[in-house]
């Protein structure tokens, strides 16, 4: 199979060297709600959400933002503040409630295709580790507390904290594998009903290191784009397509441009 991936092969497996940069690590980290797929067996990301496929966090290459545009904020305060470790939290409908699947440490960052005008920072992981989802309730206290508070999309979380949900999961079985071939089954999926595995992107294959080199900050003119648009319609300045999709998405799913799409005003 030609898109065959580097399974187990994350950026944890490699030294990333230019553009990538060594993150220092304070001991600090976020915890990061995501959409889980209702089709999985794991909770892997989901890939198959109507107009906003999503692809992080991307197993795949062990990377958070390099191909999303997904939580800026949380991507430019972790590289700031060495807030290295992400734990990553998704409810499992209809049983599970609000689980913790697994967690990245980030080793290494550098700027999106956004650039750091748009807060744009691209994370890889220099470990990684998913389990089988523990319910947040089901932790220990205060972890527990921590973990099921009513929050959105991100929460910072102290060096205590950090470490005591870190032995939580170390304490499981390594599952990743099992997480990265549900990615290629759903993906596959999602491509024999549609012919793209992420038709929001007008993308047929998955990701890889591969595509890597296409998502970084090439472009020193960047300006600032709104990272949201009320419409959910976003324009192409290189081929004028308009597009409909709940995320900014980095790159034209038409011309395949990278960070041409700025916000549609509604009726254009
Ligand atoms: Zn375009």
Redesign the pocket.
């Known amino acids: 199979m030609r898109e065959a991936r580097e399974h187990g092969e994350g950026a944890a497996a490699r030294r990333l060297g230019d553009p990538w940069r060594k993150l220092h690590d304070t001991g600090r980290g976020y915890l990061s709600v995501y959409f889980s797929d209702p089709l999985a067996r794991w909770p892997v990301r989901e890939i198959t959400r109507p107009a906003d496929n999503k692809s992080d966090p991307n197993i795949e290459t062990g990377t958070y933002g390099l191909f999303s545009t997904c939580e800026p904020s949380m991507r430019n305060r972790i590289v700031h503040d060495g807030a290295a470790t992400i734990f990553f939290l998704t409810t499992r409908k209809p049983h599970q409630g609000r689980v913790i699947s697994g967690y990245y440490h980030v080793g290494w960052y550098t700027e999106g295709t956004q650039g750091a005008v748009n807060r744009d920072y691209a994370l890889a992981a220099d470990r990684m580790h998913f389990i089988d989802p523990i319910a947040v309730e089901d932790l220990a206290e205060p972890l527990a507390g921590i973990c099921s508070a009513q929050f959105r999309t991100m929460k910072p979380i102290d060096a205590e904290t950090v470490a005591a949900l870190r032995s939580a999961c170390d304490e499981r079985p390594e599952r990743t594998a099992d997480y990265l071939g549900e990615v290629t089954r759903i993906e596959t999926f999602a491509r024999a009903r549609s012919g793209y595995a992420y038709p929001s992107w007008g993308r047929e294959a998955g990701f890889s290191w591969s595509d890597a080199h296409d998502y970084y900050q090439t472009d020193a003119e960047l300006s600032r784009v709104p990272n949201s648009s009320k419409s959910r319609k976003w324009r ?1 300045r ?2 004028g ?1 308009v597009i409909k999709s709940g995320a900014l998405l980095k790159k ?1 799913p ?2 395949k ?1 990278m960070a ?1 799409l700025t916000p549609a005003e509604e009726g254009t």
């Open positions: 192409c290189e081929c397509y034209c038409l011309c441009q041409t």
